[in-house]
């Protein structure tokens, strides 16, 4: 396995080892590039994972500090909790559930498409569906996502049965399991879905796709790829020139390391990202590195989020099966008519009993909440996915006062519903309870958004450089060899999951940064 002296400056360095950091490393060893992957947290492999939720919480959240503020449910009910992500080797690739759906191409032009709504910054992406395709289809190979390449969709549980039956009552067209990066039969060295449930604590059969074992290996065996767990990035060091020229981490034993390197590419997730960039403030960039725009953490989206749960007369278990392949994509389509812009989906979700205590009612008791946890076995779920929007007050600082362990100030993450926000989910909990009442439910729960899965913008696309961040290619526009490679780059949500274009993203850009380093523009 390969192993880089921290004064080689001819290599990549690459912070944080998810969707967009594992896929972006091994893209790039496969080229012959030298990649040093810098991942804050441990390696945990498939067999450490626990099928537990409070457990598995403990071995692969991100718990470090955090601060929050804003209208949002999160700051009352999770005010240090403002994000679900994962702290180990192939990030929150272990969590996910698997969706993989591609952007329509309203959702690259928001602002066409939508047009100056108040209170929104809304912004059309620099790239289009049309150049994203072949990229899209990259991803989909790579990560074999289902209901694409001839690869058959996953069978349905029974929380999917239910929400089949009541959205074909509904009148529903486009239902079914789903296009989900999780294997339906054997493909590249690993097994097909053992329908053990358990999604979100880590894949015990390997069949869903996460970085973990399926980019970060490849990469390594190449000789070109060295992953470097519990090693915390604190700040990247810039020349005189502004170009940057390494990374200053924490170790494993908090010592401070410094890696050289020719490229910096940041992917630590939409909330550590920008806080990365933010405190590596010098006198040259007093503002944090690539915000001149000062846009660096603003137009924070974490998706117009909820769910819908039902009980009914006979058992479910909803907890059998795949968490989340089914889906529901017929309210995906931007129809203003229904009183907001964009659209949304739903998706089955189930929740074990310890966090669905905690999640449907925070903090409440009496009759009604123990009523509810009385129906957990006969209960079906549904997660509701939409796009929010973005706005400049939305956004990740610095915590004036409060600071890591390393002396470094932690991320406060600042969040207001958008009046289209709560338009839109109010339309999903209502067409969420009638699916399940088609079909007899005989009580309806919906429930408050949970602390974050879906972190994107704080680092967004622009095609010019006072809109946003990056470029079309993720490369900053102040700093030519520092790049964003994660969700962060993103200048509007959609109305679906975010990791297939986090890979396809990371793919283009790997393709990019190579042909740029063989041309020596980097």
Not at 45 to 62: H, M
Not at 97 to 116: K, P, Q, V, W
């Amino acid at each position: 396995m390969a192993k880089f002296d921290l004064n080689d400056d001819s290599v990549v360095v690459i912070v944080g080892s998810g969707a967009g950091g594992g896929t972006l490393g091994n893209e790039l060893a496969q080229k012959g590039v030298k990649v040093v992957i810098l991942e804050a947290g441990p390696r945990v492999e498939i067999e450490d994972f626990i099928n537990n939720e409070w457990e598995s919480f403990a071995q692969l959240a991100w718990t470090n500090m955090r601060t929050t503020s804003g209208d949002w449910r999160v700051a009352k009910d999770f005010p240090n909790l403002p994000a679900w992500i994962v702290k180990s080797v192939g990030g929150s690739t272990v969590h996910w559930a698997g969706a993989s759906l591609r952007f329509d191409e309203h959702e690259f032009r928001t602002r066409t498409t939508y047009g100056d709504l108040p209170g929104a910054n809304l912004l059309d992406w620099p790239i289009t569906l049309a150049e994203m395709e072949p990229w899209y289809a990259k991803a989909e190979d790579k990560m074999g996502v289902t209901r694409t390449n001839n690869i058959p969709g996953l069978p349905g549980n029974n929380n999917f049965k239910v929400l089949e039956a009541g959205a074909r009552k509904c009148g529903y067209k486009e239902v079914h399991t789903g296009r989900m990066a999780i294997n339906s039969e054997p493909r590249d060295n690993r097994g097909s879905c053992q329908q053990i449930g358990f999604c979100f604590q880590g894949c015990k059969s390997g069949a869903k796709w996460s970085t973990l074992y399926t980019e970060i290996p490849k990469g390594e065996a190449t000789g070109n790829l060295e992953v470097r767990p519990n090693s915390m990035a604190l700040k990247i060091e810039h020349a005189p020139s502004g170009k940057v020229t390494g990374v200053v981490y924490a170790d494993a034993d908090g010592k401070t390391q410094r890696q050289k390197a020719r490229i910096v590419a940041v992917a630590g997730n939409s909330l550590e990202s920008p806080r990365l960039l933010l405190n590596s403030a010098s006198k040259m960039f007093p503002d944090g590195l690539a915000n001149s725009s000062g846009q660096v953490g603003r137009n924070y989206m974490r998706h117009m989020t909820g769910s819908v749960y039902a009980a009914f007369e006979k058992s479910v278990h909803m907890y059998r099966g795949t968490t989340m392949a089914g889906i529901i994509r017929d309210e995906a389509v931007h129809d203003p008519k229904r009183g907001f812009m964009g659209g949304y989906e739903m998706e089955t979700l189930s929740l074990g009993l310890p966090f669905m205590a905690a999640f449907l009612n925070p903090g409440g008791w009496g009759r009604t909440f123990t009523s509810a946890m009385e129906n957990y076995p006969r209960m079906a779920g549904m997660w509701l996915v939409g796009e929010d929007m973005p706005q400049e007050t939305n956004r990740v600082t610095l915590d004036s006062t409060i600071k890591d362990k390393h002396g470094m100030p932690v991320a406060s993450v600042h969040y207001d519903d958008h009046p289209n926000d709560i338009a839109m989910r109010n339309h999903a909990y209502k067409q969420g309870a009638a699916i399940y009442e088609a079909v007899g439910a005989t009580a309806v729960y919906p429930t408050p958004p949970y602390p974050s899965t879906h972190n994107m913008g704080t680092n967004r696309m622009s095609a010019k450089a006072r809109d946003g961040v990056v470029n079309k290619f993720g490369q900053t526009h102040d700093i030519k060899n520092l790049f964003v490679s994660d969700g962060s780059q993103f200048t509007s949500g959609a109305a679906c999951n975010p990791t297939l274009t986090i890979v396809a993203l990371a793919i283009r850009q790997a393709d990019h940064i190579a042909g740029a380093m063989q041309k020596k523009e980097i």
